[in-house]
């Protein structure tokens, strides 16, 4: 039975480091695409910009309503 409770040796040595250790800089990514700096398209008028909702039957159906 002693050989069932005894605990197995560690086969893992872990080293016993004392000393801080240094701190990495921080990741800098050095892809070109990453560097790349979209700027802002120049806007061009649009002739829908000045569009104006029109209603060419308006005056006509006001005129058939009024005869009925």
């Known amino acids: 039975m002693s050989r069932l409770q005894k605990q197995p040796a560690p086969t893992m040595i872990e080293p016993e480091s004392f000393e801080q250790e240094e701190e990495l800089p921080a990741y800098q990514p050095e892809h070109p695409m990453l560097a790349f700096k979209p ?14 909702e029109v209603d060419p039957f308006a005056k006509r159906e006001a005129a058939a309503e009024k005869k009925k």
């Open 39 to 52: 700027t802002a398209a120049v806007a061009k008028s649009d002739h829908l910009d000045q569009y104006v």
